[in-house]
């Protein structure tokens, strides 16, 4: 009886984790500190753009390894046994949190940094932006429009 409920447990736990495996940003959702927000537009075109990686929010990582932790310890309480069952509970469970935060670090979007001049004018902007599904990633002399408000911005292209 007591098995069933540590492996219900242990997969209800390692579900927290698949929602945090994205890649690519949805380009129509908004940050809750976007609502009510005022931006400024421009039309711009990308003069260089690279690579990143985002890594993966605190909130993820807080929650991976929290249920690395809950898998680990529920795999700790069913192996050990008599005494050991504790040093078995508590070692099992470190190393859940190890390996939940480790997974957590993988975790992350794939990113552009794109560098866009305002076009005709001599101001340039850096922004860093996730991959949106709807665009792709966006290489240099791109035609856009350029959002910049609220501390953040980001470029869509036409």
Not at 20 to 42: A, P, Q, R, W
Not at 87 to 112: C, D, K, M, Y
Request: hydrophobic residues 35%.
């Amino acid at each position: 009886m007591k098995t069933k409920h540590y492996i219900a447990a242990m997969l209800a736990a390692g579900t927290i984790l698949v929602p945090s495996c994205t890649s690519m940003s949805d380009y129509d959702s908004i940050s809750f500190n976007d609502l009510g927000g005022v931006h400024e537009t421009m039309p711009a075109t990308v003069t260089a753009a690279r690579y990143v990686r985002a890594g993966a929010s605190n909130e993820t990582k807080t929650w991976s390894t929290l249920a690395g932790t809950a898998i680990g310890a529920g795999a700790g309480q069913l192996l050990g046994g008599g005494s050991g069952r504790v040093v078995s509970t508590v070692g099992f469970g470190l190393v859940g949190a190890a390996a939940g935060r480790g997974i957590a670090e993988g975790f992350g979007t794939h990113a552009q940094e794109l560098t866009v001049k305002v076009d005709g004018t001599k101001k340039y902007y850096t922004v860093t932006q996730p991959i949106y599904k709807q665009f792709g990633a966006i290489p240099e002399g791109t035609h856009g429009t350029l959002h910049v408000g609220n501390g953040r911005s980001r470029f869509v292209p036409n």
